[in-house]
């Protein structure tokens, strides 16, 4: 029998499928993750791990921008269902009709609600509580437990001694009542970790950023809080370059970004404890990104550059660049969240030049990425991502970045969109609909 193939005196080499799987079996090397566990690839990308691209869905508008609450699908995206969610003076007149940061969770526990800045929407849309009638601040966090509750700050509260001071507390959006947990007259102006502070998931934990005056620049004293009690845990005077402090997922750590723009001091990421002991410098290097878990549940801050994704384990410092991205083809700048509890191990992103998805952040390497570790080039983790569309803004401005905020399920994103600059930003949701 004659072959086509040129004989070499060896055996065929194996097929490089083939050949990893056999690698794996011997134990040589760790297994690879292939397809995306639970929700799987919404869209199949380049190879059975996704793909190492972000998105290969062509970046043009469907149309005229959708009406206020039309639902709607993308062509060539089976399994999902996007739906406009906002419009100009939804919530009246001066009003903000937008959801706060990727870093802030949108939704409530159940996912019947979702905080738009100037009041509550529910599930389709439809205002039922306006910004003036819940007592607190912007800086409002849901609670991840109880579908009624909500975390806020209030500043410049006048107290039954008639002295002025901030307040951390409790509002129950069905009674209307505000729980004061902690109150503070040594500072008028508090915020929970400058703004991108979070809750600890359990609501335990939380760390606030206070002034003795809002309008005084720099000058943060960080308060570290126990919740139930308001007892405070410990007391920090913030750099001079603080950006932001918030307590991680888990409740057991306290992550402090120093990196202001207009500072000649070095950048950090920088981890204590909850009594602001066992300081540990993290990373000198950051970018956009959110506190997560990683897919063996230890805390983690996942970070978005041009070129890849990557993250530092909050507890060892160990950085993990992902197989997500590249030079030749990059993920783009943009925004991450983590804020989908339910599903444990992954984030969302929306990149600048369009890109809606979710990516696995885990530890197991691919036999490319192995080697590159064994050759001392840098751990790199999964390639799993998944295609959520696109979210089709220009992000000229800051309030048309898309922002994308992962629901508590992990079924569902809403993000901003000026769509293709036809008209001002508004909010949209994409949720899965199939049984994935």
């Not at 409002?140 to 107290?159: E, L, T, Y």
């Not at 600059?421 to 049984?435: A, F, K, L, R």
Request: net charge negative; proline share 4%.
């Amino acid at each position: 029998m004659t072959s086509n193939t040129a004989h070499t005196g060896f055996a065929a080499w194996p097929q490089p499928r083939q050949l990893f799987v056999l690698l794996a079996l011997l134990g040589v090397m760790p297994p690879v993750t292939g397809k995306a566990d639970e929700l799987g690839c919404l869209v199949e990308l380049q190879d059975a791990g996704c793909g190492h691209s972000i998105d290969h869905l062509p970046n043009v508008l469907p149309g005229k921008v959708p009406d206020y609450l039309e639902s709607f699908a993308l062509p060539g995206l089976q399994g999902l269902t996007y739906r406009r969610v906002t419009k100009p003076g939804v919530f009246g007149a001066d009003r903000g009709a937008r959801h706060s940061y990727s870093r802030r969770q949108a939704w409530n526990a159940d996912e019947t609600l979702l905080d738009l800045g100037g009041g509550i929407v529910d599930s389709h849309g439809r205002p039922v509580l306006l910004e003036e009638k819940l007592r607190a601040s912007s800086e409002r966090h849901w609670s991840a437990s109880d579908s009624d509750q909500m975390f806020a700050v209030r500043n410049n509260i006048i107290g039954e001694d008639e002295a002025s001071g901030s307040e951390f507390g409790r509002f129950d959006i069905e009674t209307l009542e505000w729980t004061t947990l902690f109150r503070t007259e040594e500072f008028s102006h508090c915020t929970i970790g400058n703004g991108e502070g979070s809750v600890s998931m359990s609501g335990s934990r939380v760390v606030l950023s206070c002034k003795t005056d809002a309008s005084t620049a720099n000058h943060w004293t960080l308060l570290s809080l126990d919740v139930d009690s308001g007892q405070v845990l410990g007391r920090h005077e913030a750099a001079a370059n603080y950006n932001w402090a918030s307590y991680t997922v888990s409740g057991e750590w306290i992550v402090i970004e120093n990196n202001d723009h207009e500072s000649d001091l070095p950048t950090s990421l920088v981890r204590f404890g909850p009594a602001f002991d066992d300081e540990f410098l993290l990373s000198e290097e950051r970018a956009h990104g959110d506190l997560g878990l990683d897919d063996e549940g230890n805390d983690v801050m996942v970070m978005m550059e041009w070129n890849r994704l990557w993250f530092v384990d909050v507890q060892t410092g160990e950085a993990v660049t992902l197989g997500i991205g590249s030079r030749s083809e990059p993920v783009g700048y943009g925004h991450v969240s983590c804020r989908a509890n339910q599903r444990p191990g992954w984030c969302a992103l929306s990149s600048y030049d369009g890109a809606l998805g979710a990516f696995k952040v885990g530890r197991k390497t691919s036999l490319y990425d192995w080697g590159r570790e064994r050759l001392g080039l840098g751990r790199r983790g999964l390639s799993v991502y998944e295609s959520w569309g696109r979210h089709f803004s220009l992000s000229e401005a800051y309030e048309s970045q898309a922002q994308v905020s992962f629901s508590p399920s992990g079924r569902q994103m809403v993000f901003t969109s000026d769509w293709g600059g036809q008209g001002e930003p508004n909010d949209y949701v994409v949720s899965v609909t199939d049984e994935r």
